[in-house]
């Protein structure tokens, strides 16, 4: 299937894409808030800038869209169909800075909690995946105590 907008117009749609506040992000900064967990946003001081830092854990949060940063099988990590090199390209990049921002906050200390888009999609999935959150981060309070 091709394009329906030109490459100058593909490229201003694809920029106006947010990276920051988006629907997911903000799901799980309200449920943390509401489970009493305090966080900055955007860590501009770590490596990554992951969305929302814990600082009392020591524990950062990245939520993660699953086309950009290529959750494993998922149907919403699809490669379009034009320019599919500079597209492969582009998301080994980004795996390859994921990796490295991970491995990086390892090494300062910091734990690292990803969350998918489409995991937050479902309720159930949803309410599984903030419980995983919440021990997570209840099990670094314990270990600092």
Not at 15 to 28: A, D, F, H, Y
Not at 105 to 124: D, F, M, N, P, Y
Request: charged content about 30%; hydrophobic content about 35%; proline content about 4%.
């Amino acid at each position: 299937m091709t394009d329906v907008f030109s490459e100058e117009q593909r490229s201003y749609v694809m920029s106006r894409v947010g990276s920051k506040n988006t629907k997911p992000e903000l799901l799980i900064r309200s449920f943390l808030h509401r489970n009493g967990f305090r966080f900055r946003l955007h860590g501009k001081d770590l490596p990554g800038r992951p969305d929302l830092v814990l600082p009392k854990y020591k524990s950062v949060v990245f939520v993660h869209g699953c086309f950009w940063h290529r959750h494993q099988n998922c149907p919403k990590a699809t490669v379009p169909a034009t320019r599919r090199s500079f597209w492969e390209e582009k998301f080994e990049r980004n795996q390859k800075r994921d990796r490295r921002n991970l491995f990086q906050l390892r090494k300062l200390g910091w734990r690292s909690i990803v969350v998918w888009e489409c995991q937050l999609a479902k309720e159930t999935t949803r309410r599984r995946i903030q419980k995983r959150l919440l021990a997570q981060l209840s099990l670094v309070s314990s270990n600092s105590k």
